[in-house]
Nanobody, 129 residues
């Protein structure tokens, strides 16, 4: 059974930081891609960051330079360090796994939710101004 468990959400003031964790089983962790997504009420789901098996990363333009995705292979955990948080970062954040998409001759980890097929329950992040 695929299981992803997120933690680390909370309420912070604008400019603050949070670190989210996504812990999986070894089998789930072996997927090509693990991504972080977010969804706020009334807004489209947004891919935030993704990391592949080699550690290559990709970010949405809205978070680039503020968020960092990383992973610990010994703990089967992917992290999302979020700095300089803004009120517009308020959302339910969840992690998901997928095999990526072949673009050209390379399999890449996109930020499109359609390329991910398993997700966790999510952790709420609330940023106040």
């Amino acid at each position: 059974q695929v299981q992803l468990v997120e933690s680390g959400g909370g309420s912070v003031q604008a400019g603050g930081s949070l670190r989210l964790s996504c812990t999986t089983s070894p089998r789930t962790y072996s997927n090509n891609c693990i991504g972080w997504f977010r969804q706020a009420p009334g807004k489209e789901r947004e891919g935030v960051a993704a990391i592949d098996r080699t550690g290559s990363t990709s970010y949405a333009a809205s978070v680039k330079g503020r968020f960092t995705i990383s992973k610990d292979n010994t703990k089967y955990t992917v992290y999302l360090q979020m700095n300089s948080l803004k009120p517009e970062d308020t959302a339910l954040y969840y992690c998901a796994t997928g095999n990526g998409r072949v673009i050209g001759r390379v399999r890449e980890c996109t930020l499109a939710s359609v390329d991910y097929n398993n997700r966790g329950q999510g952790t709420q992040v609330t940023v106040s101004s």
